[in-house]
């Protein structure tokens, strides 16, 4: 299978150039807004049922020079995946290393499972991050909105990437991805994304009216002020534009 491009006008970050699912099967978090769900036809389905590798994913050429989405249609961290499954989409990765490899969870603590090197000795066969990767996280607010997801809390994804942060250090680039904001407390939020010192953060709304708690127009100009006094880049989606033209 060909890797699918990113198309202008998307909704994918502007600064991926392609993207690539090896995992099907439906995402354990179960998150009331995820964009896979398509509104009128449903879940695709590929990403039905039992967690699962396709095959013929794993021929696709990741050619050179690409920023390259992995697992953009499911969390490849979320706990129910199985090591094994990870490590082969790492390892068909690191079998391309010209690339930038670009990997987003609400499950950051998986990180530390495969990558931190005091890890290598006790698990030799352990595949390690390729080498230019960028990881990031999802946080949509700091509250707990029950309902919204399965996935571990917005503070225990804060605490738990402060981790993953503090064990790579500078050896790769960190983001946070604020998406679909929710609801927040700009002082608490503005601190956690600064407490994580990302390289840059991408801002956007819900984009398939999903019905969710959203922010203020003057709470997301205070977050964004905010971090522009910490000093963060911010990287704005474009469907964050209904939000502050409502």
């Not at 060909?2 to 099907?24: D, E, I, Q, T």
């Not at 600064?194 to 708690?213: E, M, W």
């Not at 910490?230 to 939000?243: T, V």
């Amino acid at each position: 299978m060909p890797l699918k491009k990113n198309k202008v006008g998307s909704n994918m970050y502007p600064w991926v150039s392609h993207m690539h699912a090896s995992l099907g099967g439906e995402c354990p978090h179960k998150c009331q807004y995820c964009y896979v769900n398509r509104p009128g036809t449903g879940r695709p389905e590929k990403y039905t049922g039992p967690l699962r590798l396709i095959e013929d994913e794993f021929r696709t050429s990741f050619g050179n020079g690409n920023t390259i989405f992995i697992e953009y249609m499911n969390d490849l961290w979320a706990k129910d995946v199985p090591d094994e499954m990870i490590k082969r989409v790492l390892a068909h990765c690191c079998s391309w290393p010209d690339n930038t490899y670009v990997f987003q969870t609400k499950n950051p603590d998986r990180y530390r499972s495969f990558f931190f090197p005091s890890n290598f000795s006790v698990v030799p066969e352990a595949i390690v991050l390729p080498k230019n990767c960028v990881l990031g996280i999802t946080i949509e607010t700091n509250r707990i909105i029950e309902g919204i997801s399965e996935a571990p809390t917005p503070e225990q994804r804060y605490r738990d990437f402060i981790e993953v942060c503090y064990l790579f250090d500078d050896r790769v680039k960190k983001f946070v991805t604020i998406e679909p904001v929710l609801a927040f407390d700009v002082n608490i939020l503005a601190k956690w994304i600064a407490d994580i010192k990302p390289d840059f953060i991408n801002l956007g709304a819900d984009s398939k009216s999903h019905g969710l708690p959203e922010p203020t127009v003057k709470d997301v100009m205070a977050l964004v002020a905010k971090l522009q006094e910490y000093g963060i880049e911010l990287r704005e989606k474009h469907n964050l534009k209904r939000l502050k033209e409502e």
